[in-house]
Nanobody
Framework: QVQLVESGGGLVQPGGSLALSCAASGSAFSIATMSWYRQAPGKQRELVASIASGGRRNYADFVKGRFTISRDNAKNTVYLQMNSLEPEDTAIYYC????????WGQGTQVTVSS
């Protein structure tokens, strides 16, 4: 069983930045693919970014150039740096761990509003 704990969400003005963190339990973090998803009210959950064990990154088109995913295997933590935030980025952001099984965090709210 893997537990994921997200942090770093909050309220930010348009054009601002936030940094999300997701700390994972367990010993297989370094070989897991870690992802960030988001779900806005009334919409389906969608992939934001992912990072494989070897470091290869994948981004949704709507965040390219604005968001950066990274990982620190020594800390069992994956990060999502979000810049140039827009009201359309408002959602609950979830961390996902994938290695044989899939685990989800509880989510952290990001609200972009003036």
């Amino acid at each position: 069983q893997v537990q994921l704990v997200e942090s770093g969400g909050g309220l930010v003005q348009p054009g601002g930045s936030l940094a999300l963190s997701c700390a994972a339990s367990g010993s297989a973090f370094s070989i897991a693919t870690m992802s960030w998803y988001r779900q806005a009210p009334g919409k389906q959950r969608e992939l934001v970014a992912s990072i494989a064990s070897g470091g290869r990154r994948n981004y949704a088109d709507f965040v390219k150039g604005r968001f950066t995913i990274s990982r620190d295997n020594a800390k069992n933590t994956v990060y999502l740096q979000m810049n140039s935030l827009e009201p359309e980025d408002t959602a609950i952001y979830y961390c996902k761990y994938s290695y044989y099984n899939t685990y989800w965090g509880q989510g952290t709210q990001v609200t972009v509003s003036s």
